[in-house]
Each structure stands twice: as structure tokens, then as C-alpha cells.
């Protein structure tokens, strides 16, 4: 197949749905033709992440009108602007025979179940868009009916949710040894209580004892002075911990790959990302119930619950090892999240459309 897709990058920085754009397009790119339109064709995110792709980066200033693709897909931006999003529209539409909307989140769930709502406006122009596409794709089969209510689809319209997959390309190329280590991903900022670095604290506990932590934020990271304060908290138990930030995706699996449990105490998500790849690394991902993460559970997360998250942690710091029977679960969970083996899937389902 030949695919375009049209999506707004940042030239610096990350954001889940620019991160998964370009990593969709990395993994098409194997067995499919794949023109991928932006205002930044040469931004971070693919020089860090995904630049064995075989994708084409354009800017969509500068259309090529010669070539016709079997499906577009559209990455919406996250602000209103009725402009841009009718531009995107356009260039997904020219010589397609098909245009997808890919859809992050909705108004109704992001607002149902964030402590930090936002404005409705927000997704007002990818209702608009929504109208004159041939099939959405959402990020998790979790959403997928509430992004039919919302964009207002009957079930006939075509409409699937996705799980995975992880750049298991760069996390194939990365050697580390287990050590006693957590790993904990986490945003501060607007719109980050969800991320919940708020729970830090609950990992300053005896069972962790000669742990290391390694705390990987999202865009900044707390000043010194705090940080230092954390630091010498943390001692008291003799817990080493640091803070990370805009490490490169090595670095990254690098420290995923070298701990034995992930801390992922997010209370809302739209990807859900970290515990796949922690399980790709075969470390055990300790999360709280929530819809999007139960939906991506293969059996081999573990769970924690406010009123028993102390414990929880105790628990997991002594019994974190996958046993005889999670393992075949495990390796095929590992085969399934592949990234060219879950694209090749997704192609299929596209075709479908």
C-alpha cells in the first residue's frame, strides 16, 4: 500500500501523539510505501526515535500532487485551530482513496475521567474532520465507544481501537543487566496530576532498601532544590534516587531494561505505553485499575489501590520475578508488540476499512 500521513510536529520536544505518529509511520514504513506530510520534517522525535524508518518526511507546504495513495491518515493537533486542522484535512484528502482520522482522546472520555478538565473547544476541529472521513482509528479499544458518541458514528461506521506497539527496534539494540532498580515515568506541569508524581513518596519504604530509582519525567524535571530535598528523603531508607529528563530513546529502554519493577501510577491515560514496554523488557509493571490499562493487560501486570498502595509496593519489591507459568504468556505478549508484527496487523485492519 501506498500511505500519507499528515500530522503537526514539534521541531523540539515530545507529546504522546506526535511520538505515536511517527512511531506507526516507522513500523509502516517496512512493507508499505509511507509519505508522511508535517511542518517539521526534520524534527526530534525521528532523529531520536525512529530514524531507521523508511518513511518520507515532507513539509506540507510543498505538496507533491503527482503521487495517489491507497489511505491518509490524519494525526490531529491539540489546540483549536480550525485553520490548521481544515489544511491537514485537505492535503490527507488530495489523490487518497481513503482518509482515517486518528483519534487520541475525546472530549467525554478525557473529561469523564481526568481530574483536569479541558476546554471542549479543544476537540472541536476533529469533530469536524471526523465528518468527512472514511474510518477513525483510535488509540486504545478502550475509547472506542466513547469516540463513537462523541464524534457521533453508528456502528456501522468503521472504527477500531489499537494497543501498542513500542519501538522495539531501538529496545532490541540496548543491553542491560538486572539490578534492584524501579523505574518510574511521570509528567509535572498543566494537565499532569494524572501522571502521578504526587505518589513518589509511597516508594520511600524499608522493602526498597539498596534500590535504586530512577525517576524519567516528561519535559521538565523539577528544580535542584527540590530534587535535593527528595534525594535526602529518599536516604533515609537508603533508596538512591535521581531524576531524568529528555533522554534519548537508548537511554531510555536502557534504564527500563535494567529494572525489575516499573511504578506507573497514572490514574488516567491515553497510550499507556510504559507498561508494554516494560513488559517487552521483562520488567513487572505495578499500575493502577483503570479501564485503559485493564484493556491492555495480558495477564501480567500488577495492580495497586490507594487505600493499599504501601503494601502493594511491599508486595511487588519481594515478589517482582515472572514465574514458569507467566513466561510463555510473556513471550508471546513479546512477539505480539513487535513493532513491524503489530504494523503488519494494523495494515491488515486498514485494508479491511
Not at 543491553?175 to 506541569?189: H, L
Not at 493487560?297 to 508486595?315: A, N, R, T
Amino acid at each position: 500500500m501506498k500511505i500519507k500521513i499528515v500530522c503537526q510536529l514539534q521541531s523540539r520536544g515530545y507529546s504522546g501523539g506526535r511520538y505515536y505518529a511517527v512511531m506507526l509511520a516507522a513500523g509502516l514504513s517496512r512493507d508499505h510505501e509511507i509519505h508522511f506530510y508535517t511542518n517539521s520534517p526534520t524534527n526530534q522525535i525521528y532523529n531520536e526515535c525512529f530514524k531507521f524508518a523508511n518513511a518520507k518526511f515532507m513539509n506540507y507546504n510543498n505538496i507533491d500532487t503527482s503521487h495517489k495513495y491507497d489511505f491518509s491518515i490524519i494525526f490531529p493537533g491539540g489546540e483549536k485551530n480550525f485553520v490548521l486542522h481544515d489544511n491537514m484535512l485537505k492535503i490527507a484528502k488530495l489523490n487518497s482513496n481513503k482518509t482515517l482520522l486518528f483519534s487520541f482522546e475525546t472530549e467525554n472520555w478525557w473529561n469523564e475521567f481526568n481530574i483536569e478538565k479541558k476546554d471542549s473547544n479543544i476537540w472541536l476541529p476533529w469533530k469536524k474532520i471526523s465528518q468527512d472521513v472514511d474510518g477513525i482509528i483510535c488509540v486504545s479499544k478502550e475509547c472506542v465507544e466513547w469516540a463513537r458518541e462523541y464524534y457521533e458514528k453508528d456502528h456501522n461506521f468503521p472504527m477500531f481501537g489499537i494497543e501498542g506497539p513500542i519501538n522495539t527496534v531501538i529496545c532490541d539494540t540496548v543491553e542491560a543487566k538486572k539490578v534492584n532498580q524501579v523505574c518510574f515515568f511521570t509528567r509535572i506541569g498543566v494537565n499532569s496530576s494524572h501522571k502521578g508524581f504526587k505518589y513518589l513518596n509511597y516508594l520511600n519504604r524499608e522493602s526498597l532498601s539498596g534500590f535504586k530509582i530512577k525517576v524519567i519525567f516528561g519535559g521538565s524535571k523539577p528544580n535542584s532544590s527540590i530534587e535535593k530535598r527528595f534525594v535526602q528523603f529518599f536516604e533515609k531508607n537508603n533508596i538512591n534516587l535521581k531524576f531524568y529528563n529528555n533522554l534519548i530513546e537508548q537511554e531510555k529502554f536502557k534504564i527500563v531494561k535494567e529494572s525489575k519493577i516499573l511504578f506507573y501510577p497514572e490514574t488516567f491515560t491515553g497510550f499507556g505505553l510504559p507498561p508494554l514496554e516494560s513488559l517487552y523488557c521483562e520488567t513487572r509493571p505495578l499500575c493502577f485499575d483503570i479501564p485503559v490499562i485493564r484493556k491492555n493487560d495480558v495477564g501480567l501486570f500488577k495492580y495497586m489501590y490507594e487505600e493499599s498502595i504501601g503494601d502493594d509496593i511491599d508486595q511487588i519489591a519481594n515478589n517482582h520475578s515472572f514465574t514458569d507459568a507467566e513466561k510463555p504468556k510473556l513471550s508471546k505478549f513479546k512477539d505480539d508488540i513487535n513493532l513491524y508484527t503489530y504494523c503488519g496487523k494494523l495494515s491488515q485492519k486498514i485494508r479491511s476499512l
